[in-house]
């Protein structure tokens, strides 16, 4: 038997007062040098944060529905460990539970299980002696709860209060106190109840107020009786290892779990935390509005509730902890993620970018969402296995789009919800583990081992997998700047170089000799005779072309053309366009194009507020080519389309090009450098809109187009040229099927491709088997929307792609 005084703050409704007298009785008690314990009836995460600053100590959640009714007293006992009293903050109306379940979850059921006295709030404002009668009748209702007193609130002494008073008396009530009115003591709301405590900067002054009042105008012995009259209770407090049904947490290496904090991330029970301890996790928190990066050697994500949508700039603005975070969830980090969590991973909140590890879009909506549901597991995943129940709740005033394509992580009411795999669970769900330790127990587990594969493989100093998020650089561990990893970082001394896209032949005479004779340096350059070429060559007129230092200059200029308000970059593609702008201080939106779709683009996944977008034609590193009448649908007033056609020329006879479309606020960008062999000549240019043109001139730098490169740009632009040009993309095309053919048989995924490269998956670790093997690839990892289990395979003639796919089979164990 545990002897521990205690009592429960009820009311006849919501708005009485049950929070101002709990607090602030919490705060008194501390303050006489009572050690007091807070806990909530009910699902609330704010409330429990008011009783920890004025406890001292976590605040603890009573819920029935959540944790099972058996649970309820363990996990009173477990929070009120040390404590001379707890006092249990009531939720909603003494009497008021699920609905359909006559009173499951109430107030009065928590003080039924707890056998705990109750006192009674009742706000008196607007009344008189009907208050004995409520009160009357809150005690008669039920005979399994005992009300041990009264406080009235929002009364001051006089007729009224002891007329009240009398009437209380009458019925066996006594009166433990009177609160009178004080609207400085009230905490703010707003769309989903109170302001949390961590938001609000004198939330300590505003508890010691309450807790001042409370002493003043309460009767703290009268209520430490009423607590002390509790009976002791049969049971023992509950511990996370045994509900673990661990002896031990295990031994070894602690897996490093992040979990997300801060003012946008205020809502998570602490035994959730005190599980992950207890299953030998070390368990860091991050703040995701201020943190640059997730806690060094992160091998878990636990992200909880909380107001994102109240700091959706902020965190929008965190753009290096975005990129961390979703390359960690791509890289395979076992994440789960409730409510909050889930809109922090989408594409966007309120058209505002969010990590984008999630195809969803999310948005405040007019209707409240509150529910205390069943969840049926929809399918096996990182923490359910399928037909599994849960039990949970959901508060919140967002919605986000279908899911397309994906599995979802519950069924609630018959209905999907939410997002889930063998690496991700994220819904709006809500779910205590100390309900469902076995939550707590799969994603430990999944976390260590991830670790464990850290350790063993080729893990950075963090401890971390091969993601795209911080650390040195090229081609093995992770990356310094993913949007600034290129291919040929990947290619070293003896490797045969599957990783650069440039055409493997020697280059033509021709242009050989224009490159040499390029060579005058006391002469500065002169690109109008490549500008006249290249228009004459494309069918434009002047004004609509200018030669750039390569299709990077091309993208400095555009993000440094105009103050752009939203601009959109369409991933998975070459991330320097992305790169610059965000170089040039705008916050860029990623729209991302997802493989169980094929990389397709659908024209209306583009928010219609974007007045900048940038795709690739063909795509790298895809290699997908989008139709041009899909690429015109992006085209409306006031909006910049970038087309990426560095690739075209692989393409035979370019069927989608669009530089011959004269329409407005359209710009191709193409490159000379990996079809005609010269990546060390910086050469390419601009073909459209000719006050876009205009826009990118008056940014560039003066001569940034070499002597060099204007005559590769003239030597390129003749009708010689153009014969060459098309009997290389006809060897790529060549090649390419030889190399898809040989991805078919060896049963690697691949997504068919009209460039010359094809984007493989042949899976996580592949690309370093290949390397010690003495065969480069390019990593697709630092792509966004992709993974670690990618790679970009640059295409070759027949012999040395063999040699590739007799690797990849060895590799992969098929011999």
Not at 312 to 319: D, K, Q
Not at 334 to 352: K, Q, W
Not at 517 to 535: N, V
Request: charged share 20%; proline share 7%.
């Amino acid at each position: 038997m545990v002897t521990l005084p205690r009592l429960v703050v009820a009311a006849p409704s919501t708005g009485s007062g049950k929070t101002t007298i709990a607090t602030g009785l919490m705060a008194a008690l501390r303050a006489s040098g009572t050690a007091v314990s807070g806990h909530k009836v009910g699902p609330d995460y704010i409330d429990p944060g008011y009783h920890a600053l004025a406890t001292g100590r976590p605040g603890r959640n009573l819920d029935p529905h959540l944790v099972g009714e058996s649970r309820v007293v363990p996990l009173l006992l477990h929070g009120a460990a040390g404590a001379d009293v707890a006092v249990i903050e009531g939720v909603m109306g003494l009497y008021d539970g699920r609905l359909g379940t006559d009173g499951f979850a109430s107030t009065a059921h928590v003080a039924a299980l707890t056998s705990s006295p109750v006192v009674l709030v009742l706000d008196v404002a607007r009344m008189s002696r009907s208050a004995a009668a409520i009160a009357a009748g809150m005690a008669a209702f039920d005979p399994s709860v005992r009300i041990g007193g009264v406080v009235l609130n929002r009364c001051s002494p006089g007729r009224n209060a002891d007329e009240i008073r009398r009437a209380l008396e009458q019925v066996g009530l006594p009166v433990l106190g009177m609160l009178p009115r004080d609207e400085s003591l009230a905490s703010p709301s707003r769309h989903l109840g109170l302001v949390p405590v961590a938001e609000r900067d004198e939330s300590v002054a505003l508890i010691e107020r309450l807790g001042e009042q409370v002493a003043a105008h309460l009767d703290l012995a009268a209520l430490l009786d009423v607590a002390r009259s509790a009976p002791d209770l049969d049971a023992e407090a509950w511990d996370p290892a045994t509900a673990l049904e661990m002896d031990a947490a295990p031994g070894g290496e602690r897996p490093v779990v992040a979990v997300a904090g801060g003012r946008a991330f205020t809502f998570r029970y602490p035994e959730t935390e005190e599980l992950l301890e207890a299953a030998g996790c070390d368990v860091r928190s991050f703040d995701p509005l201020t943190d640059p990066a997730l806690p060094e050697g992160t091998s878990g994500i636990y992200l909880g509730g909380g107001f994102p949508e109240v700091y959706a700039a902020e965190l929008a603005a965190n753009t290096s902890l975005l990129r961390d975070l979703r390359a960690a969830v791509e890289a395979g980090i076992p994440t789960v993620a409730e409510c909050a969590g889930l809109l922090y991973l989408a594409e966007s909140l309120d058209d505002v970018p969010m990590a984008g590890a999630l195809p969803a879009h999310a948005a405040m909506s007019e209707r409240l969402t509150l529910r205390y549901p069943v969840a049926v597991a929809a399918a096996d995943s990182l923490l359910a296995r399928a037909g599994e129940e849960v039990t949970g709740h959901e508060f919140h005033r967002t919605t986000t789009s279908p899911l397309a394509g994906t599995r979802a992580a519950w069924t609630v009411d018959g209905a999907p919800t939410g997002f889930s795999s063998d690496t991700v669970h994220a819904s709006y769900l809500h779910v205590h583990w100390a309900g469902h330790p076995h939550l707590a127990r799969r994603f430990a587990e999944a976390s260590r081992a991830l670790a464990a594969r850290s350790v063993a493989g080729r893990a950075d100093p963090a401890g971390r997998l091969e993601t795209n998020t911080v650390a040195t650089s090229g081609w093995d561990g992770e990356v310094a700047d993913p949007l600034r990893h290129h291919g040929d970082v990947e290619v070293g001394d003896g490797l045969l170089d599957f990783a650069v896209n440039v055409y493997p032949d020697p280059r033509p005479e021709w242009l050989d000799q224009a490159l040499h004779d390029s060579l005058a340096p006391t002469a500065y350059p002169d690109e109008e005779p490549a500008r006249a070429a290249l228009a004459k060559h494309h069918g434009r007129d002047r004004a609509e072309v200018l030669p750039t230092a390569g299709a990077a200059e091309a993208f400095t200029l555009v993000a440094r053309a105009r103050g752009w308000r939203k601009p959109v970059v369409v991933h998975p593609q070459f991330t320097e366009p992305h790169a610059a702008l965000e170089q040039a201080g705008h916050t860029v939106t990623e729209v991302r194009l997802r493989a169980e779709n094929g990389f397709v683009l659908d024209p209306a996944a583009v928010p219609d507020d974007a007045d900048l977008v940038i795709v690739g034609n063909p795509t790298n590193p895809t290699g997908v080519l989008h139709p041009a009448e899909t690429l015109r649908q992006l085209l409306r007033p006031g909006r910049l389309v970038v087309v990426d056609e560095a690739f075209m020329d692989a393409v035979p006879g370019e069927p989608e090009t669009l530089t011959a479309e004269r329409g407005e606020g359209l710009l191709a960008i193409r490159s000379l450098t990996k079809h005609w062999s010269i990546p060390g000549v910086r050469a390419g240019y601009v073909v459209g809109d000719a006050a876009a043109i205009s826009d990118l001139e008056a940014v560039r730098t003066p001569w940034s187009v070499s002597a060099t490169a204007a005559a590769a740009m003239l030597a390129c632009a003749t009708e010689r040229a153009s014969a060459e040009a098309r009997d290389r993309a006809e060897r790529i095309t060549t090649w390419r099927d030889h190399l898809e053919a040989g991805l078919r048989k060896l049963g690697i995924e691949y997504v068919p491709s009209t460039a010359s490269f094809v984007l493989a998956r042949p899976g996580a670790g592949v690309r370093e088997a290949l390397r010690e093997q003495g065969i480069a690839v390019r990593r697709a990892d630092t792509f966004p929307g992709l993974g670690p289990d990618w790679v970009r395979i640059a295409v070759r003639p027949e012999e040395p792609t063999d040699q590739l796919l007799t690797a990849l089979r060895e590799t992969r164990g098929d011999r």
